[in-house]
Protein backbone atom coordinates (compact mmCIF):
# COMPACT_ATOMS: atom_id res chain seq x y z
CA UNK A 1 0.00 0.00 0.00
CA UNK A 2 1.43 3.40 -0.64
CA UNK A 3 1.82 6.01 1.84
CA UNK A 4 0.61 8.50 -0.51
CA UNK A 5 -3.35 8.88 -0.42
CA UNK A 6 -3.69 10.93 -3.54
CA UNK A 7 -1.69 8.70 -5.63
CA UNK A 8 -3.57 6.59 -8.27
CA UNK A 9 -4.85 3.17 -7.90
CA UNK A 10 -2.82 -0.04 -8.73
CA UNK A 11 -5.76 -2.22 -9.50
CA UNK A 12 -6.43 -3.70 -12.89
CA UNK A 13 -9.64 -2.47 -13.99
CA UNK A 14 -11.26 -2.89 -17.03
CA UNK A 15 -14.77 -1.64 -18.01
CA UNK A 16 -17.68 -4.29 -18.66
CA UNK A 17 -18.06 -5.21 -22.05
CA UNK A 18 -21.46 -4.89 -23.26
CA UNK A 19 -22.81 -7.01 -26.30
CA UNK A 20 -24.40 -4.55 -27.95
CA UNK A 21 -27.39 -5.41 -30.82
CA UNK A 22 -28.07 -3.28 -33.52
CA UNK A 23 -26.86 0.37 -33.45
CA UNK A 24 -27.82 0.89 -29.65
CA UNK A 25 -25.69 2.88 -27.93
CA UNK A 26 -24.96 2.03 -24.03
CA UNK A 27 -25.10 5.14 -22.41
CA UNK A 28 -26.46 7.27 -25.13
CA UNK A 29 -25.17 10.01 -27.75
CA UNK A 30 -25.09 13.58 -26.72
CA UNK A 31 -25.96 16.10 -29.77
CA UNK A 32 -26.15 19.78 -30.54
CA UNK A 33 -29.56 21.58 -29.42
CA UNK A 34 -30.12 22.44 -32.92
CA UNK A 35 -30.09 18.88 -34.15
CA UNK A 36 -33.86 19.03 -33.47
CA UNK A 37 -34.33 21.08 -36.25
CA UNK A 38 -32.96 18.22 -38.65
CA UNK A 39 -34.80 15.57 -36.82
CA UNK A 40 -38.05 17.60 -38.02
CA UNK A 41 -36.71 18.07 -41.70
CA UNK A 42 -36.02 14.06 -41.69
CA UNK A 43 -39.32 13.46 -40.66
CA UNK A 44 -40.65 15.31 -42.67
CA UNK A 45 -38.83 13.44 -45.76
CA UNK A 46 -40.13 10.15 -44.59
CA UNK A 47 -43.67 11.05 -44.58
CA UNK A 48 -43.46 12.71 -47.77
CA UNK A 49 -42.21 9.32 -49.31
CA UNK A 50 -45.99 7.79 -48.50
CA UNK A 51 -48.16 10.72 -47.54
CA UNK A 52 -51.35 8.94 -47.72
CA UNK A 53 -50.09 5.96 -46.16
CA UNK A 54 -49.23 8.01 -42.94
CA UNK A 55 -52.67 9.48 -43.34
CA UNK A 56 -54.61 6.78 -43.39
CA UNK A 57 -53.18 5.28 -40.29
CA UNK A 58 -53.17 7.45 -38.45
CA UNK A 59 -56.86 7.75 -39.42
CA UNK A 60 -57.56 4.21 -38.66
CA UNK A 61 -55.55 4.81 -34.89
CA UNK A 62 -57.70 7.75 -34.40
CA UNK A 63 -60.90 5.88 -35.12
CA UNK A 64 -59.88 2.52 -33.20
CA UNK A 65 -59.30 4.46 -30.28
CA UNK A 66 -62.81 6.87 -30.16
CA UNK A 67 -64.45 3.48 -30.49
CA UNK A 68 -62.55 2.12 -27.86
CA UNK A 69 -63.14 5.44 -25.17
CA UNK A 70 -66.84 3.91 -25.74
CA UNK A 71 -66.55 1.24 -23.63
CA UNK A 72 -66.41 2.53 -20.05
CA UNK A 73 -63.29 2.56 -17.58
CA UNK A 74 -61.56 -0.51 -20.07
CA UNK A 75 -61.21 1.36 -23.30
CA UNK A 76 -59.33 4.28 -21.96
CA UNK A 77 -56.88 2.01 -19.73
CA UNK A 78 -56.06 -0.25 -23.10
CA UNK A 79 -55.75 2.88 -24.90
CA UNK A 80 -53.28 3.88 -22.78
CA UNK A 81 -51.70 0.22 -22.77
CA UNK A 82 -51.55 -0.62 -26.84
CA UNK A 83 -50.59 3.12 -27.72
CA UNK A 84 -46.98 2.12 -27.01
CA UNK A 85 -47.79 -0.71 -29.33
CA UNK A 86 -48.92 1.41 -32.18
CA UNK A 87 -45.86 3.41 -31.84
CA UNK A 88 -43.73 0.94 -31.95
CA UNK A 89 -45.35 -0.54 -34.83
CA UNK A 90 -45.12 2.88 -36.44
CA UNK A 91 -40.94 3.37 -35.76
CA UNK A 92 -40.73 -0.19 -37.65
CA UNK A 93 -42.24 1.25 -41.03
CA UNK A 94 -39.86 4.14 -40.05
CA UNK A 95 -37.13 2.16 -40.27
CA UNK A 96 -38.34 0.55 -43.09
CA UNK A 97 -38.54 3.45 -45.07
CA UNK A 98 -35.30 4.61 -43.74
CA UNK A 99 -33.51 1.49 -45.24
CA UNK A 100 -34.82 1.82 -48.72
CA UNK A 101 -37.90 0.11 -47.99
CA UNK A 102 -41.98 0.27 -48.50
CA UNK A 103 -44.51 1.74 -45.94
CA UNK A 104 -47.24 -0.50 -45.27
CA UNK A 105 -50.23 -0.14 -43.83
CA UNK A 106 -49.57 -3.41 -42.28
CA UNK A 107 -46.46 -1.22 -40.26
CA UNK A 108 -49.48 0.33 -38.17
CA UNK A 109 -50.28 -3.47 -36.13
CA UNK A 110 -46.57 -4.89 -36.38
CA UNK A 111 -45.89 -3.98 -33.09
CA UNK A 112 -48.57 -6.61 -32.25
CA UNK A 113 -46.27 -9.48 -34.30
CA UNK A 114 -42.92 -7.50 -32.94
CA UNK A 115 -42.35 -7.22 -28.80
CA UNK A 116 -45.47 -6.91 -28.02
CA UNK A 117 -44.88 -7.52 -24.54
CA UNK A 118 -42.18 -5.21 -24.02
CA UNK A 119 -44.65 -2.70 -25.66
CA UNK A 120 -47.47 -2.96 -23.54
CA UNK A 121 -45.25 -3.03 -20.47
CA UNK A 122 -44.30 0.35 -21.34
CA UNK A 123 -47.76 1.10 -21.81
CA UNK A 124 -48.43 -0.50 -18.72
CA UNK A 125 -45.95 1.31 -16.86
CA UNK A 126 -47.13 4.70 -18.02
CA UNK A 127 -51.17 3.69 -16.83
CA UNK A 128 -49.17 2.57 -13.38
CA UNK A 129 -47.67 5.92 -13.31
CA UNK A 130 -50.45 8.86 -14.34
CA UNK A 131 -52.59 6.32 -11.35
CA UNK A 132 -49.78 7.01 -8.85
CA UNK A 133 -49.51 10.57 -9.68
CA UNK A 134 -53.37 10.85 -9.65
CA UNK A 135 -53.07 9.26 -6.06
CA UNK A 136 -50.82 11.40 -5.02
CA UNK A 137 -53.19 14.77 -6.11
CA UNK A 138 -55.99 13.21 -4.54
CA UNK A 139 -53.95 12.72 -1.20
CA UNK A 140 -52.42 16.10 -1.47
CA UNK A 141 -55.39 18.17 -2.61
CA UNK A 142 -58.01 16.42 -1.05
CA UNK A 143 -60.11 16.59 -4.11
CA UNK A 144 -62.05 13.12 -5.47
CA UNK A 145 -61.07 11.27 -8.75
CA UNK A 146 -63.99 12.32 -10.77
CA UNK A 147 -63.39 15.70 -10.89
CA UNK A 148 -59.49 14.58 -11.67
CA UNK A 149 -60.41 12.46 -14.51
Request: charged residues 10%; hydrophobic residues 55%.
Amino acid sequence: MSSNPYAAPKAAVADQALAVKGNFIPGGRGVAAGRGTGWIGEAWDLFKQSPGIWIGMIIVMFVLFVVANFVPLIGPLAISVVFSVFMGGIMIGCRSLEEGGELEFAHLFAGFREKLGTLAAVGALYVAGYLLILLVTVVITGASFATLT
